[in-house]
Each structure stands twice: as C-alpha cells, then as structure tokens.
C-alpha cells in the first residue's frame, strides 16, 4: 500500500500523538469526510506502518485505504486492501462491506461481490449498509424484485438513508443500467462486450442505411421514361453486394460470439435493433421485385423539388410494393419512436417518485425526479396522442371526452408523488418540461372541448379547429421533448430519457458502515478472558439458544480477537447463524464478569473458533459494589 504526496499533504496535520495507529486512522476518516482521498491514503498507511501487523488499527487502515483507494479511481489496489482487512479480521461485517463494494467495480467479479454482500448481510441484518449493498448489486443485474427487497430492509432499519430510497424508486421504475447488453456476473471485460455491441449496432445500422439509399436511388431512376427494369437490376444486384460487404467486416470486429445471443436476450433494443436489419433487407427484396413497370411522375400537388423518396413516403405512387418500401425507409424511426413510448410506460413513476421526495434532498434523487416526470409527460402524451388518432381515424370527435382525465391523473401523480415541496423548482429548473405539461393540460382542454362541442351539436368549423389546436399542442409538446434532448446532448448534462437516471450512494446522516472504527478490548476484558479458567459460549442451536462451556479461551489477539476450542455443535450452530455471545468472569476481580458480542468465523487449520467483536458489556455481581454495568 502506497500514499502519493503533493499540496494535499502538507495541507493535513498529522493527529496530536503521531505514534498512535487509531489517531491516524480517525484522520484519514476526517480527510475522506472531506474529499481529500490523498491525504486519507497516507494517513490510512501511517496507521498500518504504527500498529502491529494484526493490530486492531491496521484492519481499519486498510479499510479506510480502501475507500481512499477506490475514490482515487485505483480499483485493483482498493479490493488489494480491503482482501487484506478480511485477513485480518474474517468475522468483521465492515470489512465484508468494503471487500464486496470494491469487487463490483472489477469485471467479472459480481459473483465474489454478491458473496460477501451476502456475508455482511448474515453478519450484521441490523445494519442498513450491507442491505443497500445487497441491493445495489441485483439493481445492477436487472433483479428488481430482489433490489426492492433488499432496499426495503434496509429502510426498516434506517428510514431516511438517501440510497436505499432512491435506488428503491429506480427498482420501482424497473431501471437498468446504460447499454444493458453485459451481465455483471460474466466472466468478461464488459469493454470486450461493448466492442462487440457497437459491431452490431453498426452493421444493422450501416445495413438499413444502404438500403434505404438504394431504395431511392431506383425510384428516382424508375421515375423516367422506360428506366424501371435497368433500376430493378441495379438495385437487385448492387445493394446485397454492399451488404455482404459490410456483414464480412463487421464479423470480423465480434470478438464474443458466444455471448451474442445473451446479449440479444438482456437487451431488448439490441436485439431488436439487429432484427431490423434482416427485416430491413426482406423488405428491401419485396419493393424491388414488385417494382411497377412504370411508375407515374410526381402529382401536381408536390413541388418538382420533392426527392421521390418522400413522394414515396407518402404514398403519391401508390401500390403493393409503397408498404415495403415504408419499412425501409422508415424503421428507424418507428425503432425511436417504439423506444421512447416503451420507456415511457415501463415501471411504476408514481412509487418511484414518492421514494425520490422522501430521500431528503439527495443529490441524485433530484437528478431522478426531473427524469421520471419527463416519463409521466411521455405517458400522458401517448393517451392524448391515442384519442387525438381515434377522434381522426373514426371522424367521431366524441373520443376526446376521455382527454380531460390526463391533467386529473397527473394532479394525482403529483399527490401521491410527494412533489407538493418540490414541483415548483423543479419545473423553473427545467423550463421545457414546463412547457411540456403545460401544452399537454392545454391538449387535453382542446380534445375535451371538441368533444362537447360535437355533443351540444356546435358546427363542424369550431370543432374542427379545437381539434387542430390539441394536435398543434401535442406537435409543440415533442417538440419540447426533442429541444430539451438536444440541448443535453450539445450541453454535455443529463437529458429526459431513462439513459439519464443515476444510482445513489449517499448517506445522509448515516456513517459509512465500512470505514467504521473497530470494537476494542479494554485491559480488564482482555485480563478476565486470558485468566478466566470457566467461559460461556452462547449461540442460536436448531431448538433454540442455547450456551456452552468452553474451558478457556485459547488466545486474545492483538486486535480483540477471541480464539475458542469449542465443541462441533458450536461450528455447526456458527454455519447457521455466526452471531454468538461469550461469557466470562474474572476469578482475579470478584464480582467482575465481560460479555462479548460478536461473529464467530471457524479456522480449520488452527481448529479454533474466531470471534470478532462487535459490541462488549462488562459489569459486577451485586455485592459491595453493584453499581457497575457499561458497555467495555
């Protein structure tokens, strides 16, 4: 372990008694509290190089480098010292924590992350930390029924803890990490596996965009006099040789074959991003082979400047082989617009909203609700966006009666979102996104009023033109959509889509559980379990608690540690549940007895039980002084 200097060092006093290892560790705390994770690592090594090299300090030095570590953006050297703090101190939840929240920073290595999430967990339920870290780690894998479960438990020990109710509103929003493609669990460098993603996004998208070019290069040419079968043969012949092509060049950049179609599988829009592309080239087969013998010119109702493509598009030339031709044409944007309506309606906005209120400000949590209400906005467009299309479709402007619902439902979102405290500077944040609720309470008015309209039997013309004002409200209404996206893009900030959701990992008022001081042994209970001829091991058996007694403790170890020979039905009772109670009396002090609490780890080799401590009572028998009862 490795400490850099710079200004940030000379910046940092050292602690008032240099030489104890505990003094550097609360510094390098203080300085991590601080942002000055430089500072905290060489603190955190001036505590290790002070204490003993299995002192009660140096597991807590090297969870705090840890933390210094992976702020510094040094992965490998984080999990190096938090691996040696699970050394030190295997029955020790904090040091699980540490070691499981560096190791989901390493590729490949979720699965050795989840195990020691689920050890913290097991040896400290009563904590939150392990819970969120628990859920932290299925929330990344997509498992959002065990995330919630996870961050519920969580909050039933600590109700305001900023993360577990933000990551809780993205579990309720069924929110996945950007490109979905990679399963953290696999054993593979998700850049490996992006190289791979990118390969075929590029073929599928260079593949539609030939064809499409293609396609309207043999219209344009079929437009002449007497051209329609030399375009049919060029097209027939040209574009699946450049397809070829570029389907040989791209292969080659696939480095993960085997893991294609799982990819394909946990990323829908992946997957249906790639299908285009076949469905792409099918369609593109179909228009050319029904490819008119002549195609009539443009209608005199389209200015000479129109491409064919659009003409095309439109259906000025019409026939059997305009619908495949659409397909080409026009996937991508049903792809983009299938996606954005997807994203608007997966998940549930108003639970998550409500966790976003109720996290106190976090950071992230504000960042998430600018977001989720751009959702909600999506939701309501596509309802008034559907009525608008049946009123039109079926000339019957009677659907509209349904549009005045939307502003109630959205009043009812932001009720039961929590948003009263918030709206307001939210939405002065976000200025098209209050232009965008504000068009879409004004679209629902318009199609409400058409259709009273019609009902009273008003003519057609005021109708008519209330209709045309909500479809005007709903084009504006996407239209803020895409500035607000654009701007984002161009400013290089957050915009409206699920991309732009975050994970928090902050606190509150919560103390980080891995970085954490360690429980230690005062004098007298190191006295009373090192001279003690009698002590009491109390743990959970298969009928119930139950104690017994070991003859001594076998050793204490510089950090607290208690070595026990105990029995095989206490290792089996430590494999069910490791939490266990150690009872001793001091037969040098009358009256003096010690309770340590703490996580009973069993080593093999030395065929000992190994008790870390985390909580010690100590007190006296009634007699001449009963006074005495406080934690040690």
Known sequence: ????????????????????????????????????????????????????????????????????????????????????????????????????????????????????????VRYAPDEPDPHVLAGDLALLRGEHRRARAAYRAALRRAGDHPAARVNLGLAFLRWERHRNHHDPAWPVDPRETGRT????????????????????AAVAVALGPGLTSGARICAAAAAPAAVLAITLRQARRIGLWAYVPAMLARDVWLGLTVAAAPVAVAAYVAAVATLPGTLPGLPAGIPVGVPAGAAVASGSAAGPWTAPAGVVLLNGVALLVARTLAEAWRGRPVRALAEFSAAGGDRAAGRDTGVTLWLVA?????????????????????????????????????????LAPHLRGILAADRCLAGALA??????????????????????????????????????????????????????????????????????????????????????????????????????????????????????????????????????????????????????????????????????????????PEHVVVGRYPGRHPDRLRDG
């Open 1 to 120: 372990m490795s400490g850099s200097g710079g200004r940030d060092l000379v910046e940092a006093p050292a602690p008032p008694d240099p030489d104890d290892p505990h003094r550097w560790c609360a510094a390098a705390l203080e300085r991590l509290e601080r942002g000055r994770p430089e500072a905290a690592l060489e603190a955190a090594r001036r505590a290790v190089e002070h204490d003993t090299p299995d002192g009660p300090a140096a597991g807590w030095g090297y969870r705090l480098a840890s933390l210094a570590f992976e702020r510094l953006g040094r992965d490998a050297e984080a999990v190096a010292a938090a691996e040696e703090a699970v050394r030190l101190a295997p029955g020790s939840w904090a040091a699980r924590l540490r070691l499981g929240s560096a190791l989901r920073r390493i590729p490949g290595r979720w699965a050795q992350a989840w195990a020691q999430a689920a050890r913290a």
């Open 197 to 216: 993603r990118r390969a075929l996004e590029t073929w599928s998208r260079q593949t539609r965009i030939l064809l499409a070019a293609a396609l309207l």
């Open 378 to 418: 999506g939701r309501a467009w596509s309802v008034l966006a559907g009525v608008a299309a049946a009123a039109e479709v079926l000339d019957d402007p009677r659907w509209g009666l349904g549009a005045p619902a939307v502003p109630l439902a959205l009043a009812l979102a932001r009720r039961d979102g929590g």
């Open 439 to 612: 068009l879409l309470a004004a679209a629902s008015l318009a199609l409400g009023g058409a259709a009273a309209a019609a009902l009273l039997g008003f003519p057609d013309r005021p109708v008519r033109l209330m209709w045309q004002a909500a479809a005007g409200a709903l084009a504006a209404a996407v239209a803020a959509y895409a500035v607000r996206s654009v701007r984002a893009w161009w400013r290089g900030t957050p915009g409206p889509r699920r991309a732009s959701l975050v994970m928090s990992d902050g606190r509150g008022r919560h103390p980080a559980g891995d970085a954490r001081p360690p429980v230690r042994l005062s004098g007298e209970v190191r006295h009373a379990f090192t001279s003690a001829r009698g002590v009491i091991l109390a743990f959970a058996g298969r009928t119930g608690s139950r104690a017994l007694a070991v003859g001594a403790v076998g050793s204490v170890g510089p950090a607290g540690e208690l070595r026990l020979v105990a029995a095989g039905d206490a290792w089996d009772a430590a494999e069910r549940d490791p939490r266990v109670a150690v009872f001793v009396t001091d037969p040098s002090e009358r009256g003096f007895w010690a309770e340590v609490r703490g996580i009973a780890t069993g080593d093999a080799e030395a065929e000992t039980l190994r008790v870390t």
